[in-house]
T-cell receptor, first 112, second 113 residues
Framework: QQQVKQSPQSLIVQKGGIPIINCAYE??????FPWYQQFPGKGPALLIA?????SEKKEGRFTISFNKSAKQFSLHIMDSQPGDSATYFC???????????FGAGTRLFVKA | DGGITQSPKYLFRKEGQNVTLSCEQN?????MYWYRQDPGQGLRLIYY???????QKGDIAEGYSVSREKKESFPLTVTSAQKNPTAFYLC????????????FGPGTRLLVL
């Protein structure tokens, strides 16, 4: 129940394409769903996050879609660029839960 | 500049040796965390601390130890009991105790000689 399942494991798109990364969770007590971006040899950094009271959130070229009834959420990257090539992690946490549960990560490569 | 620093960037361990990874934050965050990342895998929680002088085991605490004597510092010791220590170690912190947004350091890569 504490798992967050992330897919695909890796993804290759052309520049300008729209990669989509999906995550699913079981525990309905989760109330915060962040996405982290990690470049090789660096620590992850928060990219965008959503709470379950909204179905979509956009920040620049990054959009989270959230489906509370299906317990799924996804990251869309509009007009993807080679500089977006990184590993992306979805995650889930709950107030007072102290821990964040991370997905296994998706390695994205954007071809120039 | 506020942030999290980890040192060293690379660390080499000999058989039977204990090594300590440093993590310091100046964000005034209460909670701090240690994660292990293996190639192509996600983040696995080793230990976390919600407050000074208190810490809890994560999912893979065996072979590791921590201390939290100061709010800013959360060092991780990889003991000789950890038989497969080669990995990328990440320290993180978060505001308060909700464990929401986590701020990560740049990581320490540990290699076994």
């Amino acid at each position: 129940q504490q798992q967050v399942k992330q897919s695909p494991q890796s993804l290759i798109v052309q520049k300008g394409g729209i990669p989509i990364i999906n995550c699913a969770y079981e525990n309905t007590a989760f109330d915060y769903f962040p996405w982290y971006q990690q470049f090789p040899g660096k620590g992850p950094a928060l990219l965008i996050a959503i709470r379950p009271d909204v179905s979509e959130k956009k920040e620049g070229r990054f959009t989270i879609s959230f489906n509370k009834s299906a317990k799924q959420f996804s990251l869309h990257i509009m007009d993807s660029q080679p500089g977006d090539s990184a590993t992306y992690f979805c995650a889930a946490s709950m107030r007072g839960g102290f821990k964040t549960i991370f997905g296994a990560g998706t390695r994205l490569f954007v071809k120039a | 500049d506020g942030g999290i620093t980890q040192s060293p960037k690379y660390l080499f361990r000999k058989e039977g040796q204990n090594v300590t990874l440093s993590c310091e934050q100046n964000l005034n965050h209460d909670a701090m965390y240690w994660y292990r990342q293996d190639p192509g895998q996600g983040l696995r929680l080793i230990y976390y601390s919600q407050i000074v002088n208190d810490f809890q085991k994560g999912d893979i605490a065996e072979g590791y130890s921590v201390s939290r004597e100061k709010k800013e510092s959360f060092p991780l010791t990889v003991t000789s009991a950890q038989k497969n220590p080669t990995a990328f170690y990440l320290c993180a912190s978060s505001i308060g105790v909700s464990g929401e947004t986590q701020y990560f350091g740049p990581g320490t890569r540990l290699l076994v000689l």
